[in-house]
T-cell receptor
Framework: KAGVTQTPRYLIKTRGQQVTLSCSPISGHRSVSWYQQTPGQGLQFLFEYFSETQRNKGNFPGRFSGRQFSNSRSEMNVSTLELGDSALYLC???????????FGPGTRLTVL | GQNIDQPTEMTATEGAIVQINCTYQTSGFNGLFWYQQHAGEAPTFLSYNVLDGLEEKGRFSSFLSRSKGYSYLLLKELQMKDSASYLCAVRDGDSNYQLIWGAGTKLIIKP
């Protein structure tokens, strides 16, 4: 089975722009979670989707949003980018919301 | 509230054994996970414990005591490639089964 894929892998944006990141879960997985990780920091939870519904949301400003499609693929959007948004954005999928999460390679976002 | 504690950093010698501890406080425990993360890479799943006791997988073992809110990851016959961060995460059944993550333990292996 193919693993979790994320596109793009690397992205450079400037302050004020917006960005959309994409995540394709492992085939058959219906739950997708998004995390932000800055250098030397742990995983900061953004949100979790299950069957197109947002089940959990972390403590991030409204500039961060996401959605999940009927095929379980997910996107997250960050509007009005700030320098502090530079990070590795990780997506993880699981069969259901109680199962083991498997991570994609991440999207490394640099905001200049 | 929800809280997970792990040591920030540990150092061990190649060929030795190291134990990484994790203590947690969550209102609705529904399983504990260990992940390994090499610098610049994504976390990879190592182990899952939901019942008390020891789970062994090759050189890696994970232990859970639900009554003490405590787990440890035991790494034997350490290799240089084991240098990584080790993340402990607990699934909280009272928070829509959200995974609560520790900050991770950076393990440095010396020759």
């Amino acid at each position: 089975k193919a693993g979790v894929t994320q596109t793009p892998r690397y992205l450079i944006k400037t302050r004020g722009q917006q960005v959309t990141l994409s995540c394709s879960p492992i085939s058959g997985h219906r739950s997708v979670s998004w995390y932000q990780q800055t250098p030397g920091q742990g995983l900061q939870f953004l949100f979790e989707y299950f069957s197109e519904t947002q089940r959990n949301k972390g403590n991030f400003p409204g500039r961060f949003s996401g959605r999940q499609f009927s095929n379980s693929r997910s996107e997250m959007n960050v509007s009005t980018l700030e320098l502090g948004d530079s990070a590795l954005y990780l997506c993880a999928s699981s069969l259901a919301d109680t199962d083991t999460q498997y991570f994609g390679p991440g999207t490394r976002l640099t905001v200049l | 509230g929800q809280n997970i504690d792990q040591p920030t950093e540990m150092t061990a010698t190649e060929g030795a054994i190291v134990q990484i501890n994790c203590t947690y406080q969550t209102s609705g425990f529904n399983g504990l996970f260990w992940y390994q993360q090499h610098a610049g890479e994504a976390p990879t799943f190592l182990s899952y414990n939901v019942l008390d006791g020891l789970e062994e997988k090759g050189r890696f073992s994970s232990f859970l005591s639900r009554s003490k809110g405590y787990s440890y990851l035991l790494l034997k016959e350490l290799q240089m490639k084991d240098s990584a961060s080790y993340l402990c995460a607990v699934r909280d059944g009272d928070s829509n089964y959200q995974l609560i993550w520790g900050a991770g333990t950076k393990l440095i292996i010396k020759p």
